[in-house]
């Protein structure tokens, strides 16, 4: 049986067909990116502190005094909680007594909040906190809103594979895309904290599940050397550019019913895009479907203007299909040897700490002084040198030193900013972005150094434990934000110290640069310290091609 790739070289690897499909499914992953950050802005929580109603009938003194002082990373700050008791206040007043000079305040009983809360408009006119103060007692559920729509991802990360398979990389692009705009559209609509949180967790399932078949999609649909950039650059790249599109929409949409129906819109122009997008030739030729693919590839040709071959694809293209069926592999083969077991929980544990690092970075970003606009925008911005340098690192440095390199960067940075004086506020936001540098190269290499590791009847079972257990690194990230409020260091000290323990623990996983993909469990290579019997060093002369073609259908992030 000849290979896919032969059988279509033909048609060249970057001709208008490939250049086509390479700019508008990577286009397609633009909302990804605003709406996979999207709730940093919709569920900001401004400054805000107990309503003081007029009926209170206070004397501007009293008025002035009838918020107790707290202490916040070494700051006095006015109590977001608490207010002095205004019956005893209105008696005060009444009496003509003068706070600190006939009354000592701070003697003055202490009650909740019971008239609502005062918040300040000045960035944010309308979140989904001030829309049903969730705050103070309610507070569990800014975190929860958070991590229900990564609970979402986690959702959709399960089962998008699963309905690619059964009903094609196209429909279920573009049902996803359907599910992701059409319940966002509903989701403007909210009327409580709970129909918003339902409807953000089914978004999240439309929203991984629409990114991950526009990779797969592109990924069979592309040539080698198209597939390689599609992979490692385009489709990251793109991510970024819509999260960097995010800030600017926030910056002029103050509100937040407005900024979402704002990010949602774009979803429908992705619409015609029905009519121009195929279906992965590969994905049919799997299915039995010979004389569709084969359409699909001399209507490419034609694009391409390249002559086609009377015969494209035969009958041993079926029957190949069917002879790679016949043995099948569990999730226990994960676990099948004491050195895969080992390689299994390692990569558990490297993805589960990148997700909390690149995600608790990134959400954090209103807790970081200045503008939290500029902030999320220059987060982002460091995102496209980031996947540029993994991209090199890759082709270029041993995978065990490049990412031991990259978590070690970022952890000791996020670990360094406790360091920096309070009033050095740029240089806290640089360090910052350095850190987010070094956890998003990581991220992105995380794929590649996976798909590596484990052999060819394993592999697609090896990447998806490691990015499901990225996605629950994702729903724990909230409630690493969630403690910035309180300490806006202990966040940083968490993330930096769980980069930096699993960046000196990388060094134990087995090398994979220069060596030929593993095709059964016997060619697993050993685990750094686990025998003492060194695999031979067969150098493979195209590294690069290994890791290109090693890159198969899995998506790089949210």
């Known amino acids: 049986m000849r290979d896919y790739d032969e059988a279509t070289s033909f048609l060249g690897d970057w001709g208008p067909f490939q250049l086509t499909i390479f700019f508008l499914l990577s286009a397609s992953t633009?909302?990804?990116?605003?709406?996979?950050?999207?709730?940093m802005f919709l569920a900001a929580t401004p400054e805000h502190r107990c309503?003081?109603?007029?009926?209170?009938?206070?004397?501007?003194?009293?008025k002035n005094v009838s918020i107790p002082w707290e202490e916040k990373d070494g700051q006095p700050v006015e109590s977001r909680c608490w207010r002095y008791r205004l019956d005893t206040l209105r008696n005060y007043s009444a009496l003509g007594l003068l706070p600190g000079v006939d009354v000592n305040v701070e003697d003055i009983e202490k009650e909740k909040c019971l008239d609502g809360w005062r918040y300040d408009r000045d960035l944010y006119h309308s979140t989904v906190i001030t829309e049903w103060d969730i705050v103070?007692?309610?507070?569990?559920?800014?975190?929860?809103?958070?991590?229900l729509f990564f609970a979402g991802v986690l959702t959709g990360s399960f089962i998008s594979g699963q309905l690619s398979d059964s009903f094609g990389r196209k429909k279920v692009l573009f049902g996803t895309m359907a599910v992701q705009t059409g319940f966002s559209i509903i989701q403007v609509f909210s009327i409580s904290w709970e129909m918003f949180t339902i409807l953000f967790l089914i978004v999240g399932m439309g929203q991984i599940s629409n990114y991950v078949a526009a990779f797969i999609l592109g990924s069979e649909i592309l040539g080698k050397s198209a597939r390689i950039i599609f992979s490692t650059l385009g489709i990251c790249i793109f991510f970024a550019v819509g999260y960097m599109i995010l800030p600017l929409f926030a910056?002029?949409?103050?509100?937040?019913?407005?900024?979402?129906?704002?990010?949602?819109?774009?979803?429908?122009?992705?619409?015609?895009?029905?009519?121009?997008?195929?279906?992965?030739?590969?994905?049919?030729?799997?299915?039995?479907?010979?004389?569709?693919?084969?359409?699909?590839?001399?209507?490419?040709a034609k694009q391409n203007k390249m002559s086609v071959p009377a015969i494209i694809f035969g009958t041993a293209e079926l029957d190949g299909t069917k002879q790679r069926q016949i043995r099948r592999y569990t999730f226990l083969d994960l676990l099948k040897t004491s050195?895969?077991?080992?390689?299994?929980?390692?990569?558990?544990?490297?993805?589960?700490?990148?997700?909390?690092g690149y995600f608790g970075v990134s959400l954090n970003t209103p807790n970081l002084h200045g503008d939290p606009f500029l902030n999320c925008f220059?987060?982002?911005?460091?995102?496209?040198?980031?996947?540029?340098?993994?991209?090199?690192l890759l082709r270029h440095v041993p995978r065990r030193f490049s990412m031991c390199g990259t978590m070690l960067l970022g952890g000791?940075?996020?670990?360094?900013?406790?360091?920096?004086?309070?009033?050095?506020?740029?240089?806290?936001?640089?360090?910052?972005?350095?850190?987010?540098?070094?956890?998003?190269?990581?991220?992105?290499?995380?794929?590649?150094?996976?798909?590596?590791?484990?052999?060819?009847?394993?592999?697609?079972?090896?990447?998806?434990?490691g990015s499901m257990s990225s996605r629950v690194g994702s729903v724990i990230s909230p409630y690493f934000v969630y403690l910035g409020a309180y300490n806006r260091l202990l966040p940083y000290i968490l993330m930096g110290s769980m980069t930096v323990i699993m960046?000196?623990?990388?060094?134990?996983f087995p090398e994979t640069y220069g060596r030929p993909l593993p095709e059964n469990l016997d060619q697993t290579q050993n685990v750094k310290g686990l025998c003492c019997k060194k695999n031979s060093h067969n150098k493979f002369h195209e590294n690069s091609d290994n890791l290109k073609n090693g890159i198969i259908l899995i998506t790089t992030k949210l």
């Not at 982002?380 to 090199?392: D, G, H, K, Q, R």
């Open 30 to 39: 633009i909302p990804n990116g605003f709406n996979g950050m999207s709730v």
């Open 51 to 62: 309503l003081v109603p007029d009926s209170a009938n206070l004397s501007q003194a009293w």
């Open 136 to 147: 103070c007692d309610n507070d569990w559920k800014g975190p929860l809103t958070t991590s």
């Open 251 to 300: 910056y002029f949409l103050r509100d937040w019913r407005t900024l979402l129906m704002a990010l949602t819109v774009p979803g429908l122009l992705c619409v015609p895009l029905w009519w121009i997008i195929p279906e992965s030739p590969q994905w049919l030729i799997s299915q039995g479907r010979i004389e569709e693919a084969e359409a699909i590839i001399r209507k490419a």
């Open 339 to 356: 050195n895969i077991a080992i390689i299994t929980v390692l990569t558990i544990f490297f993805w589960l700490t990148v997700s909390i």
């Open 378 to 392: 220059l987060l982002a911005a460091i995102e496209v040198p980031s996947y540029i340098i993994a991209w090199l």
């Open 412 to 465: 000791v940075v996020l670990l360094l900013i406790q360091l920096v004086p309070q009033s050095l506020h740029i240089l806290s936001t640089v360090m910052v972005m350095v850190g987010k540098f070094g956890v998003t190269a990581a991220f992105s290499m995380a794929y590649v150094y996976t798909a590596e590791l484990y052999p060819t009847v394993i592999r697609n079972m090896g990447v998806g434990i």
């Open 503 to 508: 960046g000196v623990l990388v060094l134990f």
